[in-house]
């Protein structure tokens, strides 16, 4: 299984970038999937999850601003980020579940996911 992260940069505080995550070798159906991201320094935090039924979750610091979901056709997962702020600079990662139709929310634990991106850089300048 292959999860190929893209669509990071450089932009303003307050603009908006959309993330990717094209999965290969496994179908994402039936298995929760998340964003992840850590900033230099810190720990490795949850951002956004949806879950296989489609019940999505958020960490509280992009709620409202993030927005986490899935084409199955495409077997692609994403993450608009709109109303950026400097805060959110970090690489970002997605990862999918190792559970075959776990919980139908998705686990907020880096420890619960099998499978992980090489991760992608989001700058945001204030």
């Known amino acids: 299984v292959q999860l190929q992260a893209y669509g990071g940069g450089l932009v303003q505080a307050g603009g908006s970038l959309r993330l990717s995550c094209a999965a290969s070798?496994?179908?994402?159906?039936?298995?929760?999937m998340a964003w992840f991201r850590q900033a230099p320094g810190k720990e490795r935090e949850f951002v956004a999850g949806i879950g296989w039924s489609g019940i999505t979750t958020y960490a509280d610091s992009v709620k409202g601003r993030f927005t986490i979901s899935r084409d199955s056709a495409k077997n692609t997962v994403y993450l608009q980020m709109n109303t950026l702020k400097p805060e959110d600079t970090a690489v970002y990662y997605c990862?999918?579940?190792?559970?075959?139709?776990?919980?139908?929310?998705?686990?907020?634990?880096?420890?619960?996911?099998?499978?992980w991106g090489q991760g992608t850089l989001v700058t945001v300048s204030s």
């Open positions: 070798g496994r179908t994402l159906g039936g298995y929760s």
């Open positions: 990862a999918q579940d190792s559970v075959l139709y776990g919980s139908q929310t998705a686990a907020t634990e880096k420890g619960r996911y099998q499978y």
